[in-house]
């Protein structure tokens, strides 16, 4: 049974950078997507990003400036660096597998595994 | 960015009623419309993915309909696990954009 944990710093301080990394057990982290989503008290649920094991990313518009999501398969790991950070970006963070679902008319996607998430609070 | 609005924001019952919740989106999504269900401090959980199908593992008691711009989560028969935030999620275009969420209370 695959499962995600998401580690890093719980605290960070304005305009610094925040990195968390995303440890997948239990399957391998290639043939898939994987994603980071946030939910802050203020905006619900946002999804930040996501990035194919091939290293391949796409991103949020809104945080696109400042977001990198990178993927290291030997360690079946993937992480999220968010930069210039400020208060908005206090939330908490998770990690998710993204999961494919084909017909003859669609393609759809959906996040099948996620991890329990972490809190990050921005704060000096 | 997609417009997800979910009804109600917070609903109460009780073990055994049937509950539903409504998803709009703020132009069609075709079918492309995932609900997730949430408890504190857990990963949240998806129920139902491309509308109507039900993943693996989710009991049959829920199940999802809808298509274009209206969907809705039904639940029958309510068990006490099941009191906790649901939230739909549009993936037809990026961002993928989640509903604010329906907090469902025991009453």
């Known amino acids: 049974q695959v499962q995600l944990q998401e580690s890093g710093p719980g605290l960070v301080k304005p305009s610094e950078t925040l990195s968390l990394t995303c440890t997948v057990s239990?399957?391998?982290?290639?043939?898939?997507?994987w994603t980071w989503i946030r939910q802050s008290q203020g905006t619900g649920l946002d999804w930040i990003g996501y990035?194919?094991?091939?290293?391949?990313?796409d991103y949020n518009p809104s945080l696109k400036s400042r977001v990198t999501i990178s993927i290291d398969t030997s360690k079946n790991q993937f992480s999220l660096k968010l930069s210039s950070v400020t208060a908005a970006d206090t939330a908490v963070y998770f990690c998710?597998?993204?999961?494919?679902?084909?017909?003859?008319?669609?393609?759809?996607?959906?996040?099948?595994?996620w991890g329990k998430g972490t809190t990050v609070a921005v704060s000096s | 960015d997609m417009q997800m609005t979910q009804s109600p924001s917070s609903l109460s019952a009780s073990v055994g009623d049937r509950v539903t919740i409504t998803c709009r989106a703020s132009?069609?999504?075709?079918?492309?419309l995932n609900w997730y269900q949430h408890q504190p401090g857990q990963a949240p959980k998806l129920l139902i993915y491309?509308?109507?199908s039900l993943q693996s593992g989710v009991p049959s008691r829920f199940s999802g309909s809808g298509s274009g711009t209206d969907f809705t989560l039904t639940i029958n028969s309510l068990h006490p696990e099941d009191f906790a935030t649901y939230y739909c999620?549009?993936?037809?275009?990026?961002?993928?954009?989640f509903g604010q969420g329906t907090r469902l209370e025991i009453k």
């Open positions: 998710a597998r993204v999961g494919q679902y084909r017909t003859a008319t669609a393609h759809h996607y959906f996040m099948d595994v």
């Open positions: 239990g399957g391998s982290i290639s043939s898939y997507y």
């Open positions: 990035i194919f094991y091939t290293g391949s990313a």
């Open positions: 132009q069609s999504i075709r079918t492309n």
């Open positions: 491309a509308a109507s």
């Open positions: 999620q549009q993936t037809y275009s990026i961002p993928g954009t």
